[in-house]
Nanobody, 115 residues
Framework: QVQLVESGGGLVQAGGSLRLSCAAS????????MGWYRQAPGKQRELVAT???????IYADSVKGRFTISRDNGKNTVDLQMNSLKPEDTAVYYC?????????WGQGTQVTVSS
């Protein structure tokens, strides 16, 4: 069984930065796509960024140029560096990985950006 543990959320002022991290543990052979999603109150969960095993990245238009996703295949971790944060970035951020053929979600970490 695979578990994902996120860390790094918190409260920050607009214009500030946060770095989220997510670590996978358990019975892992291969992790394919890693990604971050977010869900704001009253809204659907949405993609923030993904990174493939080969390093290819996809970003939501709303975060392009501000957020950077990275992964460490040796440590089974994925990070999200968030700069120039805006109040509209406030949400619960979820890590998601495709481990072997199984989709796994983290428990979520709150990010709050004050104006």
């Amino acid at each position: 069984q695979v578990q994902l543990v996120e860390s790094g959320g918190g409260l920050v002022q607009a214009g500030g930065s946060l770095r989220l991290s997510c670590a996978a543990s358990g019975n892992i052979f291969r992790i394919n796509v890693m990604g971050w999603y977010r869900q704001a109150p009253g809204k659907q969960r949405e993609l923030v960024a993904t990174i493939s095993s080969g390093g290819g990245t996809i970003y939501a238009d709303s975060v392009k140029g501000r957020f950077t996703i990275s992964r460490d295949n040796g440590k089974n971790t994925v990070d999200l560096q968030m700069n120039s944060l805006k109040p509209e970035d406030t949400a619960v951020y979820y890590c998601r990985m495709i481990v072997d053929t199984t989709l796994v979600w983290g428990q979520g970490t709150q990010v709050t950006v004050s104006s």
